[in-house]
């Protein structure tokens, strides 16, 4: 069945420092891939998105590249703030929508 | 506030009992899914609708969960003879497209004595 796998599961990064996710999807038919942040207590909300027809996307201090060749897509955040510290999860599908385990991270002062 | 909203947001049941859950999707959103999380892993995929027509269930749903959304708008997800493994945050998206953005709710926490 369809899995997506993401890695690594805790991130601590210095404040200031870049921070890079990665996941792999195993749906060959997935074509969208979003990445949401969930913050202690809140609701997942989505924070940037791709498509399989872009292999870079850029929003601010945000990106995301694919690779649909290998499966693979990640998220890079530049210049950390202490308001980054959430969980991210990564996602894929074409028609629902599978989430990886997430990503714990912590920016440390 | 026009977003997602769960009810109830808690609720805590005895072993053996039935649990009823309603999600209402930001409005004219056709697509409606419900996702399950356990501390520290992501959501799980469960069921989701297209309009009134549920497209998939996850193969890993035991039979005693169903879902129905009569009218194209709200949602409920049944739990039928609760397990202590069922406790869980029952989350609620819903979208205005295939593979557009899923706009949770605040999910309702079910605690099974």
């Known amino acids: 069945g369809e899995n997506v796998e993401q890695h690594p599961s805790t991130l601590s990064v210095q404040e200031g420092d870049s921070a890079v996710i990665k996941c792999t999807y195993s749906d060959s038919a997935s074509n969208y891939f979003p990445w949401y942040k969930q913050e202690l207590g809140k609701r997942p909300q989505l924070i940037i998105d791709?498509?399989?027809?872009?292999g870079e996307k850029k929003d601010q201090r945000i990106a995301v590249t694919l690779n649909k060749t290998a499966k693979h897509f990640s998220l890079h955040i530049t210049e950390t703030q202490p308001e980054d510290s959430a969980v991210y999860f990564c996602a894929a599908g074409n028609d629902k929508i599978i989430f990886g385990k997430g990503t714990r991270l912590h920016i440390l002062p | 506030d026009t977003g997602v909203s769960q009810n109830p947001r808690h609720k805590i049941t005895k072993r053996g009992q039935n649990v009823t859950f309603r999600c209402d999707p930001i409005?004219?959103?056709?697509?409606l899914y419900w996702y399950r999380q356990t501390l520290g892993q992501g959501p799980e995929f469960l069921t989701y609708f297209q309009n009134e027509a549920q497209l998939e269930k996850s193969r890993l749903l035991s039979d005693r969960f169903s879902a129905e959304r009569p009218k194209g708008s709200f949602s409920t997800l049944e739990i039928q003879r609760t397990e202590q493994g069922d406790s869980a945050m029952y989350l609620c998206?819903?979208?205005?497209?295939?593979?557009?953005?899923?706009?949770f709710g605040e999910g309702s926490r079910l605690t099974v004595l």
């Open positions: 409005s004219e959103h056709n697509r």
């Open positions: 791709i498509r399989s027809n872009v």
């Open positions: 998206a819903s979208s205005p497209r295939v593979t557009g953005e899923l706009f």
